[in-house]
T-cell receptor, first 111, second 113 residues
Framework: GENVEQHPSTLSVQEGDSAVIKCTYS??????FPWYKQELGKRPQLIID?????GEKKDQRIAVTLNKTAKHFSLHITETQPEDSAVYFC??????????FGTGTRLTVIP | DSGVTQTPKHLITATGQRVTLRCSPR?????VYWYQQSLDQGLQFLIQ???????AKGNILERFSAQQFPDLHSELNLSSLELGDSALYFC????????????FGPGTRLLVL
């Protein structure tokens, strides 16, 4: 139940295009789904999170969607900018357990 | 700046040695979590403390230990170091013990030679 699969591992998009990163989990008890952005050599930074009682959440150019039936959640970044280039990690929490992280997606926004 | 501080930023040591990493959580946060991030690897949860008590254990080796002090700062002790222990070590903090809304510190980069 701890595993979370994250795809793609690398993603390149043109500036202004959208980027989508998807994560799949296995345990229906998962109830909290954060996304972290990590720039090279820096700390993971919480950018958005969603709980299992919500299907979608938006914050400016960033949105997260959750499909509990299919057990997957996705990060959507619209109007991408070069400063969006980073590694993005999804994570999930099962019940009272701690966070389990995906393996990361390296996003490159090409100016 | 997340408000979580970690010292030192960098640490170079030899195999077999022991080191101590320090973390101060955000003001008001009672939970501290420790993670290991190896080169090109994801974040591996090691251990969590909440208000001074161990709350959860992840993939923490027996050579590693941690504690949280009354002022809520935490220390991660790594002993009998091996080359494979070279990694970034992050701590994170949160208000509650639930594991949600964790804010990460800047990390300590450990290099074992």
């Amino acid at each position: 139940g701890e595993n979370v699969e994250q795809h793609p591992s690398t993603l390149s998009v043109q500036e202004g295009d959208s980027a989508v990163i998807k994560c799949t989990y296995s345990d229906s008890a998962s109830n909290y789904f954060p996304w972290y952005k990590q720039e090279l050599g820096k700390r993971p930074q919480l950018i958005i999170d969603i709980r299992s009682n919500v299907g979608e959440k938006k914050d400016q150019r960033i949105a997260v969607t959750l499909n509990k039936t299919a057990k997957h959640f996705s990060l959507h970044i619209t109007e991408t900018q070069p400063e969006d280039s980073a590694v993005y990690f999804c994570a999930h929490k099962e019940g009272a357990n701690n966070l389990f992280f995906g393996t990361g997606t390296r996003l490159t926004v090409i100016p | 700046d997340s408000g979580v501080t970690q010292t030192p930023k960098h640490l170079i040591t030899a195999t077999g040695q022991r080191v101590t990493l320090r973390c101060s959580p955000r003001s008001g946060d009672l939970s501290v979590y420790w993670y290991q991030q190896s080169l090109d690897q994801g974040l591996q949860f090691l251990i969590q403390y909440y208000n001074g008590e161990e709350r959860a254990k992840g993939n923490i080796l027996e050579r590693f230990s941690a504690q949280q002090f009354p002022d809520l700062h935490s220390e991660l002790n790594l002993s009998s170091l091996e080359l494979g222990d070279s990694a970034l070590y992050f701590c994170a903090s949160s208000v509650r013990a639930s594991g949600e809304t964790q804010y990460f510190g800047p990390g300590t980069r450990l290099l074992v030679l």
